[in-house]
């Protein structure tokens, strides 16, 4: 799910005024730019290998594998923000990795798209953040995209799910039977079905967190162009 | 004798809500408590937190108002806990549910297995054993709310019914459903037997044991008083693991589940063991800490759960 929680420090967080809170170490902030940066970079690699895919090849079709591996190496890499990014390890290896046949599909296409582009935002927006020079543009583009790329991500991401349940009940993928010694079963085709249910509950949630924050970042600023 | 006059606030919003005159000074906490329901009947007692500090510690029912650092006028601080439930009516109905739920499985009712083992018996042995051993554990624990525990808290949140049967609901139906399965695979022909034996007397041994640290614990605190003290071996052999450990009981605890896993070879039972033994830890590390900070003399070779390793 593109959620966009954790920070990487308490500064990173970003919604209320830094100037308050004392911000992290000389060496804490050190690590927390070039990590940000290398963030940034990354997914930037990712949107340009997908541009430059698609205009090679004049369709959408098999763009994933133009960004296989930097995919799987900066959605691994921010294993770092534990919080956030367990479903999306998950999507990306548990279900787009594992199952071929959804390679191809136009959704995977979708939640690729909708994470590069809020993730480039969003590092964007922690480094800056860090540096204590925030463009108010990419602040603003933190709290306002979100509004169309929560749903398009989410959309791509329950598409490929739903796309993989098929192949997965009919190889058994991941599931254990019974009888066994350890008299353990595990059926991930279920399993699947219940994540995808589970979305419901948890995606609203997110949702109404984001505009909720955004309400109170962006609201300042409305309040001081009053004032002036 | 001069009165006290008390002054109720809300802790969040400083409204006064309640406003006593000619109290006593040997008045209680829980006695204010009682006067305080009468102007606002929906709030009992329980539900009641009383403190002198808006973000402060809750105050005891036993404290007496003339003995708290307060004028002659009283201001204390009211924060509505919720909604209780008597601790003895939670332990109830989080135990009867696995002893219920089991014997379901147990008895292979409808609509868990298929159709054709509807109501039939496991032809393993040690199904019928595991089926006892479950059973007495929760019979066990629904007398001992009945009859042995002293609760020092006498409730707790309603929302904690919820959680807590949910969890040993959802376990013991997981746990049951595996072993008295029609495809249920017991420990192997060859050493299967001894170890089934020897997982049953691991288990018996820490039910005893179990049992015995609460007839201890209940044997330290008089009926109807909330005192704490240090527990010492007494002459039952089973508490002389008071010398090692602050928490015994949930030693013995982790023991007995350990022996149901061993007994079952079954990995569910293994998840709730471990994870039961997770939040023992921590309310035991929390047990041990208290006694630490309210006895000067407690003894330091105690460890909260295992000997000298946690």
């Not at chain 1, 991500?153 to 192949?167: N, R, S």
Request: glycine share 6%; hydrophobic share 45%; with cysteine.
């Amino acid at each position: 799910m593109s959620a966009a929680a954790a920070g990487t420090s308490k500064a990173a967080h970003g919604d209320v005024a830094p100037k308050k809170r004392r911000g992290p170490g000389a060496l804490a902030t050190a690590y927390l730019v070039i990590y940000n940066v290398v963030m940034t970079a990354g997914w930037l690699v990712i949107a340009v290998g997908l541009v430059r895919a698609y205009l090679a090849r004049g369709s959408y079709h098999g763009l994933y594998y133009s960004i296989e591996k930097p995919l799987k190496f900066f959605q691994t890499g921010a294993m770092l923000e534990v919080r956030e990014v367990m479903s999306r390890v998950f999507l990306t290896w548990a279900v787009t990795h594992s199952v071929r046949e959804v390679q191809s599909e136009d959704s995977v296409l979708l939640f690729v798209t909708a994470w590069t582009v809020t993730e480039i935002i969003r590092y964007s927006f922690y480094t800056f953040s860090l540096l204590n020079h925030l463009p108010f543009l990419i602040k603003w583009a933190r709290y306002t995209f979100f509004f169309v790329l929560y749903p398009m991500g989410v959309t791509g991401e329950l598409l490929t799910i739903y796309a993989a349940l098929p192949y997965v009940q009919k190889t058994g993928l991941y599931s254990v039977t019974l009888p066994n010694k350890y008299n353990f079963s595990f059926d991930y085709h279920s399993f699947l079905i219940l994540v995808m249910i589970s979305y419901i509950p948890l995606f609203p949630q997110l949702y109404f967190h984001m505009i909720r924050q955004r309400k109170k970042v962006l609201g300042h600023i409305e309040d001081y162009s009053k004032v002036e | 004798m001069k009165h006290y006059e008390v002054e109720i606030l809300d802790a969040k919003t400083k409204d006064k809500l309640c406003f006593l005159d000619k109290v006593e000074p040997n008045a209680t906490i829980g006695e204010i408590k009682s006067m305080f329901h009468k102007s606002h009947p929906q709030w009992y007692p329980a539900r009641q937190s009383i403190r002198l500090d808006p973000k402060g510690k809750s105050l005891k029912d036993e404290d007496v108002l003339q003995h708290l650092p307060v004028g002659t006028t009283a201001t204390f601080y009211f924060r509505d806990l919720g909604a209780q439930i008597s601790w003895v009516t939670v332990f109830l109905t989080e135990y009867t549910g696995p002893l219920v739920i089991y014997l379901m499985f147990y008895f292979r009712v409808p609509f868990i297995y298929a159709p054709k083992y509807d109501f039939t018996t496991s032809k393993h042995w040690v199904v019928h054993l595991a089926c006892m051993c479950h059973s007495f554990h929760y019979m066990k624990r629904l007398l001992e709310t009945l009859f042995v525990h002293r609760f020092s808290h006498g409730t707790m949140p309603l929302r904690n019914i919820f959680k807590n049967c949910t969890y040993y609901w959802g376990f013991a139906a997981w746990m049951a459903y595996y072993i008295n399965h029609p495809l249920y695979t017991p420990p192997s022909e060859f050493y299967g037997e001894q170890q089934i034996r020897l997982a049953l007397i691991i288990f018996l041994f820490c039910q005893i044991g179990n049992f015995s640290i609460h007839i201890a614990l209940r044997n330290l605190r008089p009926p109807g008083s909330k005192t704490r003290k240090i527990p010492y071996p007494t002459k039952n052999p089973f508490t002389w693991i008071f010398l090692l450990v602050s928490c015994p009981n949930y030693t013995y605890e982790l023991g007995s589940w350990l022996g149901f896993t061993v007994m079952t070879q079954c990995l569910p039972v293994a998840f709730f063991t471990m994870v039961g033994f997770i939040q023992m830890t921590v309310w035991a590390k929390g047990k041990h800490r208290s006694y630490l900070k309210e006895f000067r003399d407690y003894p330091p070779l105690r460890s909260p759960i295992l000997p000298f390793v946690l």
